[in-house]
């Protein structure tokens, strides 16, 4: 079974903070991506990344940055936290991108609620 | 670029009744068309998904039916069960975002006993 953790279930973070959520996946895939999810908005990708070091905005980029230095790890960075930035996140993992198309199942890790006060 | 909307935003139905969700999408060159299951407190997981060049495809009491030329596809479940009830998305891959997928806003599904 592909297992993809996340390092926090809940969060609760200061404006002006700087934020890091990690998240590591076990089963060699290429493919990472970082999701919010909101009530009524479904879920909006932020970043991915399809190799180690790179990394692709994707809908929703201000105010997030990221970082995969190793294949089984992204991780999410909020710089200056906000409180629009309250939000359950979401990270995924899903086999290589082959051809240009994302071909394969996306499994998540079970988010990280982000409270900005 | 690529806009998925998904309908209703709250679905209820008796058990054993069968129960409709339909997506539209924009991009016409979308090609792959994925449900995710998302039970209350628990992770996205992908129940069932088809890609362009079929209408149909089934999995038990679990159905998906794309309309290409209508740019429609919809979730079908028969036979509901209470461990149906979760908030499902549609999603679709957009060319014009490096095929990454567009989501749905959800729907909720409550099962009444």
């Known amino acids: 079974d592909v297992k993809v953790t996340q390092s926090s279930r809940y969060l609760v973070k200061r404006t002006g903070e700087k934020v890091f959520l990690e998240c590591v996946q076990d089963?060699?895939?290429?493919?990472m991506f970082w999701y919010r999810q909101d009530p009524g908005l479904g879920l909006r990708l932020i970043y991915f990344s399809y190799d180690v070091k790179m990394k692709e905005k994707g809908d929703i980029p201000e105010g997030y940055s990221v970082s995969r230095e190793k294949k089984e790890r992204f991780s999410l960075i909020l710089e200056s936290a906000s409180t629009n930035q309250t939000s359950m996140y979401l990270c995924?993992?899903?086999?290589?991108?082959?051809?240009?198309?994302?071909?394969?199942?996306?499994?998540f890790g079970p988010g990280t609620r982000l409270t900005v006060l | 670029g690529e806009n998925v909307e998904q309908h209703p935003s709250t679905l209820s139905v008796q058990e054993g009744d069968s129960a409709v969700i339909k997506c539209t999408y924009s991009?016409?060159?979308?090609?792959?068309f994925p449900w995710y299951k998302q039970e209350l407190g628990k992770r996205p997981q992908l129940i069932i998904d088809?890609?362009?060049n079929v209408g149909e495809k089934k999995d038990q009491r679990i159905a998906v039916t794309l309309n290409k030329t209508a740019k429609h596809f919809s979730l079908h479940i028969t036979e509901t069960q209470p461990e149906d009830s979760a908030v499902y998305f549609c999603a679709a891959t957009s060319a014009d975002s490096n095929y990454q997928l567009i989501w749905g806003a959800g729907t909720k599904l409550i099962i009444k006993p």
């Open positions: 088809i890609r362009s």
């Open positions: 995924a993992s899903s086999l290589e991108l082959m051809g240009g198309e994302v071909l394969d199942e996306q499994f």
């Open positions: 991009d016409s060159a979308s090609n792959y």
């Open positions: 089963m060699d895939h290429e493919n």
